[in-house]
């Protein structure tokens, strides 16, 4: 039995993109009831072309306009990829020519509106989203994680259950355009600079992020970091509100009625003052503090919405790490292989060297530069690392920004080596040579991949297989 759905009319609807997101929406709007839709129209952008997505597409009697960004006609409502910046031209065409311009997120909850748990943050989403419906599934609930982590809602609507939990891993492009979006429980986890080129500000960036919050009432549970000062300004304001804020924290125990924290190295949870002591931190097979705080606030909304404390506890202890996050590799000739592909951003490096022992890391950085300040990020890697291996088009400035922070250090330990290397392969060479027993060679790049690679999954796979292939020749 799957849920009930919205049966309002839309009428005329845009949508905008032909990437995954794009063809997802237009397909569910095509096949949606007689009577809900007028008309679906498609428009790609200047670079799409004709294919095999636009042909199905138009089999379903889409209209699809391809090679133009020049919105033409009037719509009831525009729904827009995430790749698409609002201050972009196409993004403005679409607004003036429709009465609404929303994201797919958020027209999937208008379609499915009941049972959402939402996460965001700049780190930590993917990882939250798949432990929390696992905690979710281990306590015999039906629930699915969908949205950024790589499942489409719209994909999921039909087919979810009348008592099914969507966990939606939501980015800044995709909060940024919903307006009704209510979650049950919704998760910040962190806010530190990222997209600053599709945003043009951080004040843009973390507001978009805080919208998440924006419908959530009384009877809602918030679950807000406090470790960092604009979510503490969050906290702030949804407390102004009158909501429910569970503090999420690493590094303290706060005092409030709701928190999720740690105490004497166990992950403990506090909901309307009464306090679940669930599991010690070395329990976790997930590693790294940032990863304790994503376990917590997992925890905090599989307890909220009623999973028990054995079954909680339980269930954060088996989860493994998934793919392109911490993932251990193998352990070739005494040193330890692990992909962190997934670490596009100078923070979500810095919180993965505190997986490891001081003074075992040699890291590989690189690959697009997206023009980040790289000061903290220098400092973390002169304090945790033995060697940085820098490739890809980032590869000069991150080594440069290294060597510079590694000789103002002065007397702090032994000097971080800076290699050089043109792409992944060479710098997979590179780090191979300078690890010892006992090391741990740490892809992390810090930089998104498209310098190279088509995502960071690819780029995440082809240091797997570089993995293989060593373990291979040691046979």
Request: proline share 4%; charged share 25%; with cysteine.
């Amino acid at each position: 039995m799957t849920s009930h759905t919205s049966q309002a009319p839309l009428g005329d609807v845009l949508v905008l993109g032909l990437g995954r997101t794009g063809t997802s929406v237009a397909r569910y709007l095509a096949t949606l009831p007689e009577g809900r839709v007028r008309s679906v129209t498609l428009y790609g952008g200047t670079s799409s072309e004709p294919g095999e997505a636009s042909r199905a597409l138009e089999g379903l009697g889409v209209t699809v306009a391809l090679g133009t960004d020049e919105v033409r006609g009037r719509f009831d409502l525009a729904v827009a990829s995430p790749g698409i910046p609002e201050r972009s031209a196409f993004f403005r065409a679409a607004a003036s020519a429709s009465t609404e311009v929303i994201g797919e997120p958020e027209f999937a909850y208008r379609e499915s509106p009941a049972r959402w748990v939402a996460i965001t943050g700049t780190n930590g989403k993917t990882t939250t989203t798949s432990l929390t419906t696992h905690v979710l599934s281990s306590a015999g609930l039906s629930a699915e994680s969908v949205g950024n982590i790589g499942t489409n809602v719209c994909d999921r609507v039909r087919e979810r259950p009348q008592d099914g939990w969507f966990v939606a891993e939501l980015s800044s492009f995709q909060l940024a355009t919903t307006r009704l979006l209510h979650p049950r429980v919704a998760v910040l986890l962190n806010l530190t600079p990222d997209h600053l080129e599709w945003h043009g500000t951080f004040e843009a960036y973390a507001a978009a992020k805080e919208r998440i919050f924006a419908n959530l009432d009384a009877r809602d549970l918030a679950v807000v970091s406090v470790d960092d000062e604009p979510c503490r300004a969050v906290r702030d304001r949804l407390a102004q509100r009158g909501l429910r804020v569970c503090e999420l924290s690493v590094c303290g125990a706060p005092e409030s009625a709701c928190a999720a924290f740690l105490r004497e190295g166990t992950l403990v949870v506090r909901l309307d003052g009464v306090e679940h002591a669930l599991v010690a931190v070395d329990e976790l097979q997930i590693r790294g503090l940032h990863n304790a705080e994503n376990a917590l606030a997992a925890a905090a909304a599989a307890l909220e919405l009623g999973v028990s404390e054995e079954v909680a506890a339980a269930a954060v202890r088996t989860f493994s790490p998934i793919e392109h996050r911490i993932e251990p590799v193998a352990t070739v000739r005494g040193v330890s292989f692990v992909n962190d592909s997934k670490a596009t951003n100078t923070d979500s490096v810095e919180k993965a060297l505190t997986a490891f022992a001081a003074g075992t890391v040699v890291v590989l950085l690189g690959g697009h530069d997206k023009g980040t300040d790289l000061a903290s990020l220098a400092r973390a890697v002169c304090a945790r690392c033995r060697v940085a291996v820098c490739f890809g088009a980032a590869g000069e400035r991150i080594a440069a920004a290294l060597e510079d922070a590694r000789d103002t250090r002065g007397e702090k330990g032994p000097a971080l080596a800076v290699l050089r290397a043109a792409h992944l392969r060479e710098a997979f060479t590179a780090a191979v040579a300078a690890a010892r027993p006992h090391d741990t060679v740490l892809l992390s790049p810090a930089c998104s991949s498209f310098d190279e690679f088509s995502n960071m999954a690819e780029r995440g796979r082809a240091f797997k297989g570089l993995v293989r292939d060593l373990a291979r020749e040691g046979e």
